[in-house]
């Protein structure tokens, strides 16, 4: 059973860069098959497709987001890393991490983990 | 880039009837190459993540009760909830995947009337 777990600090200062890791157990990253992707909810809100990464190649990330999105894939760690520079009150998210099976859409979803911009 | 709109932002149905929800593409999403539509629907519970109902547009994901109905092609969709159900309020979400940025439409906040 493949299932994600988002972490990472709850506050992030303005200007700062927000790092969230994404835990995936149940699967390994190296088998390929599948993209993972990072969508967040801004609060009352509904969903922003981030990006999403093949753990061999470069990622594809909206460019709403103005390059200041990076993701990237831990193999040794099993992990999807999310970095978010130069961040605003209007990061402030709930940010999930997700598998994206390309044909099947995103099927499995992690609980998601709030971030708050804050001073 | 592609733009999903849906429609109604809300609506209220009685139990036992039937909800429709009606997703809009700003351009096609059909995979001529094996004629699927790239279009997966959501519903997320309040505190819960998104859960997919429907991949290929009208593909039901495994253990979706088949209460639960998409269809449509190009860039017109529908989701139908037939014989509504007390846990079905939620709010629904079409996703195109068909290219990227991937977007998801503003969501449609279903409650019971």
């Known amino acids: 059973q493949v299932q994600l777990r988002e972490s990472g600090p709850g506050l992030v200062r303005p200007s700062e860069t927000l790092s969230l890791t994404c835990s995936v157990s149940g699967v390994s990253l190296s088998s390929g098959g599948y993209y993972w992707s990072w969508v967040r909810q801004l609060p009352g809100k509904g969903l922003e497709w981030i990006g999403h990464?093949?753990?061999?190649?470069?990622?594809d990330n909206n460019p709403s987001l103005q390059s200041r999105a990076s993701i990237s894939v831990d193999t040794s760690k099993n992990q999807i890393s999310l970095k978010l520079n130069s961040v605003t009150a209007a990061d402030t998210a709930i940010y999930y991490c997700?598998?994206?099976?390309?044909?099947?859409?995103?099927?499995?979803w992690g609980q998601g983990t709030t971030v708050i911009v804050s001073s | 880039d592609i733009v999903m709109t849906q429609s109604p932002d809300s609506l209220a149905v009685s139990l036992g009837e039937r909800a429709t929800i009606t997703c809009k593409s700003s351009q096609s999403v059909l995979f001529r190459s094996n004629n699927k539509n790239y279009l997966a629907w959501y519903q997320q519970k309040p505190g819960q993540p998104p859960k997919l109902l429907i991949y290929w547009a009208s593909t039901r994901e495994s253990g979706v009760p088949d209460r639960f109905s998409g269809s449509g092609s190009g860039t017109d969709f529908t989701l139908s909830i037939n014989n509504l159900q007390a846990e079905d309020v939620a709010v629904y979400y079409c996703h195109q995947y068909y290219t990227t940025p991937q977007a998801f439409g503003q969501g449609t906040r279903l409650e019971i009337k």
């Open positions: 997700a598998r994206d099976t390309i044909t099947h859409a995103m099927d499995v």
């Open positions: 990464i093949y753990y061999s190649r470069s990622a």
